[in-house]
T-cell receptor
Framework: DTGVSQDPRHKITKRGQNVTFRCDPISEHNRLYWYRQTLGQGPEFLTYFQNEAQLEKSRLLSDRFSAERPKGSFSTLEIQRTEQGDSAMYLC???????????FGSGTQLSVL | AQSVTQLGSHVSVSEGALVLLRCNYSSSVPPYLFWYVQYPNQGLQLLLKYTSAATLVKGINGFEAEFKKSETSFHLTKPSAHMSDAAEYFCAVSDPDADTGRRALTFGSGTRLQVQP
């Protein structure tokens, strides 16, 4: 169990730029989740994959956001035309089964200037 | 729709004192309930999980939580606080949401626990 890894740890970008984050889940986990966390708040659900299929998307996920999980392994989350309101910690988690323990990565902290 | 309310964004206790962190949930069906802890600069870690097998759930680091259906509560307790318990604690609920079909966890806004020497 090498844990969930996220890259990069920090990203600073200018408004209007595109950014992409990567998440590598625990290898045998077929479920992968993206959450967003702002200061003083709990994680907010963004989207969820089972293997390569994206099964759920939150209403928070505008059309500027896209997530992929090719081949059911790592996942990427892209934000196009970033806005200052996108500044947050983006968390990735994986699990073996529905309603089972989530293993979280340390997150990618995005700052949009 | 499922939701979680954590009463008290900050709780401060003395080392050795009882820790009580409050969580109330709303769910249309019997839920699964979780407590996660987040230490500074670290990812969230599962403390404990309720899945209807027993109303009193024991977790790691001496924490436990009791599911009370009549009160729709799942409060987290620890008899004696330790300095290392200082962290952010999140309650979370999971149920098949009839409105959104969501099956991922819904988190509360968190409670920051401070432990005074």
């Amino acid at each position: 169990d090498t844990g969930v890894s996220q890259d990069p740890r920090h990203k600073i970008t200018k408004r209007g730029q595109n950014v992409t984050f990567r998440c590598d889940p625990i290898s045998e986990h077929n479920r992968l989740y993206w959450y967003r966390q702002t200061l003083g708040q709990g994680p907010e659900f963004l989207t969820y994959f089972q293997n390569e299929a994206q099964l759920e998307k939150s209403r928070l996920l505008s059309d500027r956001f896209s997530a992929e999980r090719p081949k059911g392994s790592f996942s990427t989350l892209e934000i196009q035309r970033t806005e200052q309101g996108d500044s947050a910690m983006y968390l990735c988690a994986s699990s073996l089964a529905l309603r089972e323990k989530l293993f979280f990565g340390s997150g990618t902290q995005l700052s949009v200037l | 729709a499922q939701s979680v309310t954590q009463l008290g964004s900050h709780v401060s206790v003395s080392e050795g004192a009882l820790v009580l962190l409050r969580c109330n949930y709303s769910s249309s069906v019997p839920p699964y309930l979780f407590w996660y802890v987040q230490y500074p600069n670290q990812g969230l870690q599962l403390l404990l999980k309720y899945t209807s097998a027993a109303t009193l759930v024991k977790g790691i680091n001496g924490f436990e939580a009791e599911f009370k259906k009549s009160e729709t509560s799942f409060h987290l307790t620890k008899p004696s606080a330790h300095m290392s318990d200082a962290a952010e604690y999140f309650c979370a609920v999971s149920d098949p949401d009839a409105d959104t079909g969501r099956r991922a966890l819904t988190f509360g806004s968190g409670t920051r626990l401070q432990v005074q020497p």
